[in-house]
């Protein structure tokens, strides 16, 4: 619940991306009046640009609590991960280095010109800052992290479930190369699995007490297809909201023009079983 | 602070300034069918509106700015004012990239393009 709120779910926004404009802006402002403290020696200037770090320091910590839930979110395996962990510690020493500029500062509020401690200091900050937003930027306009959320009910896979594919021995099925992948206990109601089948990679999912397994990457931009919404017998991509029959995997309604392969899965001894040989759906012309 | 405030609008005019052709690409980008062409247009329309009242608030400002040690009411009003529709509008942009995906992978596409092949995907043909 809480997670919920802290994720936006009731804005259809994340928070963190909302709230670190107060602490960008302030740090900016900060360091612009440390510029024209130089340009322009006057009282002032140099007490504003130092409540200016006071008060991004403050707004940084407070975004820093929604960034977390939305860390929290994304799955394990997946290469934002790493971004994410640069992103909050370059954010971290960035707050770290204004706390120290402004602790220095508070000494002596009064030089028309920012000293070249302070100065240096700041200089080391903004440049933490704009190296951790870019990264930031990345993870949403590249990676799609955060993008559509809200509109899933549910809990997004938290790793990739990697099989490897037995050599040729076996299957329990007489048509085909039938693969155990997980426990069907373990994939609950309207949640979906991420499996890695020796290369291959699909997303299994639970709807109405059907098992469904589809092609991982929505045929649009390619977005994450087990972070989907499950809804009406359909998965629909939390990018731009192509939406595909599960049972066939028929685009049910664009962006995107092209079907979804999708797999036979049948449950043996508690296990959902996937067949990855056939592919019931074909392209669409 | 009444200075502060002065200069904090100025950067802000300049920053709006340089943010908007990027803007304006991104925006003739959206196809016309698409509810986010409609937000962007609003968008756009009350950004307009923000940088408006915030000239006319810098112009109130600045003949008296460097004396003054108390925010003219009129300029305090209009601060409020364009604050507020700052926020409104820079919601809308917000919604236009988390709820509808503009400009998400747009840049990686071709990244995630391969990423799906090599996971044995059907896939668009390549344009």
């Known amino acids: 619940m809480i997670k919920q709120f802290l994720q936006g779910r009731p804005l259809r926004h994340p928070l963190h991306p909302l709230l670190v404009h107060a602490p960008i802006a302030l740090f900016s402002l900060s360091f612009v009046l440390d510029i024209v403290s130089h340009l322009y020696p006057m009282e002032g200037f140099y007490e504003g640009s130092f409540y200016c770090l006071v008060a991004g320091v403050i707004t940084a910590l407070v975004a820093a609590i929604p960034g977390l839930a939305d860390y929290s979110d994304i799955r394990r395996d997946h290469p934002a991960k790493r971004k994410a962990q ?64 809200h509109r899933r009910r549910t809990a997004t896979p938290e790793e990739t479930i990697g099989i490897a594919l037995p050599p040729d021995r076996s299957s329990t099925s007489p048509n085909g190369r039938c693969v155990p992948v997980a426990d069907a206990d373990l994939l609950h109601e309207g949640e979906s699995l991420r499996v890695d089948l020796g290369g291959i990679i699909i997303a299994v999912a639970k709807l109405d007490g059907q098992f469904y397994a589809f092609q991982e990457f929505c045929t649009h931009r390619f977005g994450p297809l087990s972070e989907g919404k499950l809804e009406n017998g359909r998965v629909e991509c ?12 028929k685009v049910a309604h664009g962006p995107a023009k092209i079907d979804l392969k999708t797999y036979p899965v049948r449950i043996h001894e508690g296990k959902l079983c996937v067949d990855f040989t056939a592919t019931a759906a074909p392209v669409s012309s | 602070m009444v200075r502060l405030s002065f200069w904090a609008i100025l950067l802000g005019l300049v920053a709006a300034l340089i943010a908007i052709p990027t803007g304006l690409v991104d925006w003739l980008r959206i196809k016309k069918e698409k509810p986010a062409w409609r937000i962007g247009l609003y968008h756009m329309g009350l950004n307009a509106l ?10 109130i400002r600045v003949q ?6 108390e925010v003219d009411a009129r300029a305090l009003t209009l601060s409020i004012v364009g604050a507020l529709l700052l926020v409104g509008s820079a919601y809308l942009g917000g919604l236009m990239v988390y709820d509808h995906g503009i400009s998400v992978a747009r840049h990686s596409k071709k990244k995630w393009r391969a990423v799906a092949e090599s996971a044995g995907a059907n896939l668009p043909e390549q344009k």
Request: aromatic share 14%; with cysteine.
């Open chain 2, 50 to 59: 923000v940088v408006a009242i915030f000239v006319i608030n810098a112009k």
């Open chain 2, 64 to 69: 008296s700015f460097r004396f003054d040690t």
């Open chain 1, 238 to 249: 939390p990018w731009h909201r192509s939406c595909f029959d599960l049972r066939t995997g």
């Open chain 1, 86 to 149: 640069w992103h909050m510690g370059l954010n971290f020493a960035m707050a770290g280095v204004f706390a120290i500029d402004a602790w220095i500062r508070h000494q002596d509020l009064y030089p028309l010109k920012t000293p070249p401690l302070p100065l240096a200091l700041s200089i080391i900050g903004i440049a933490l800052l704009s190296i951790s937003g870019y990264i930031g930027g990345a993870m949403i306009y590249d990676d799609g992290i955060a993008v559509g959320r």
